[in-house]
């Protein structure tokens, strides 16, 4: 069973899962953990690891149109290392900072691999969810796509303190508050476009048509990638780089934009079933832990 056939199996059984974080009495609330082995190549910093670990369950506020409130989060590694552990806890700080939340402690503990868990609180009246996206509306995107993947190639090369830079990615609360009153569907892109699409799709029992040339693709990515072929994976199936992906009526789109403090695309529309980029099948493929 993959990650994926596990969380179906979950959502039978726990009625506030199955979106991006879980809706409780106004607040929203979710948890990740991330392995040196999966998710910390060979080079990344501590501080990076930090930031990355609380920004991946910030994403997850992000996607719900809600405030952050706060994180916590479990340190745990194979020994305490005073500076790595000062490293991670500033890390992680700043990116709280960085969304006006705040970085309040954790937990501590020993295990045979570096591994990161955490838990962010937000708070909204008025959560979007993955399931409201309607046939003729917009399907559009934050930011730029491939960083991630671009940072992983850097960090193969020994290009170790760019491909930090790379790695330690915006969480995109403003920008999921900003959407929320225009948005009929949203989620982040942590496991890649193609698969949130197909996400969004089975959530909202629609398709979706992807135009690949309005793809926004992150500059590292074309000075990294082999081909197209190569630029085109890195985009659209790596994952990881925790953009927000929205359906918003074509109504909407303009107010969205002028609302939203990152750049806005318009990289599809949905339909009534099926999902394709450019008139062929998109593959339902991405990033799966485990």
Known sequence: MDERAALRLLAGELADAGDDAAVVDGHVLTTDMLHATTDFPAGTTRYTAGWRAV??????????????????????????????????VAGASDACESVDARYVGGDLD????????????????????????RPGDALCATGTFGRSGAA????????????????????????GRALAPHATAMMDSS??????????????????????????????VREVAEDADDERE?????????????TLPEERVADA??????????????????????????????????
Request: with cysteine; proline share 5%.
């Open 110 to 133: 020993t295990t045979a691999e570096f591994t990161a868990a955490t838990t962010v609180l937000g708070r909204t009246d008025d959560p979007v969810l993955r399931s409201g996206a």
């Open 152 to 175: 992983l190639r850097l960090f193969e090369h020994g290009e170790i303190e760019r491909a930090n830079a790379l790695f330690r990615f915006e969480p995109r609360v403003a920008a």
């Open 55 to 88: 920004g991946a369950s910030l994403s997850d506020v992000a996607a719900m149109g809600a405030e952050a409130v706060a994180a916590v989060a479990v340190y745990a590694a194979p020994e305490f290392v005073a500076d790595e552990l000062e490293a991670f």
């Open 191 to 220: 496991d890649g476009l193609a698969r949130s699409v197909h996400q969004l799709a089975e959530a909202s029992d629609c398709g979706f048509a992807l135009d690949g040339d309005a793809i926004p693709v992150a500059e590292s």
């Open 234 to 246: 890195l985009s659209v199936f790596f994952g990881e780089d925790f953009e927000l992906v929205v």
């Open 257 to 290: 934009r002028e609302a939203s403090p990152t750049p806005l695309s318009v990289v599809g529309e949905v339909t009534d079933s099926g999902v394709t980029m450019d008139g062929e099948p998109l593959p339902d493929r991405g990033y799966t832990h485990g």
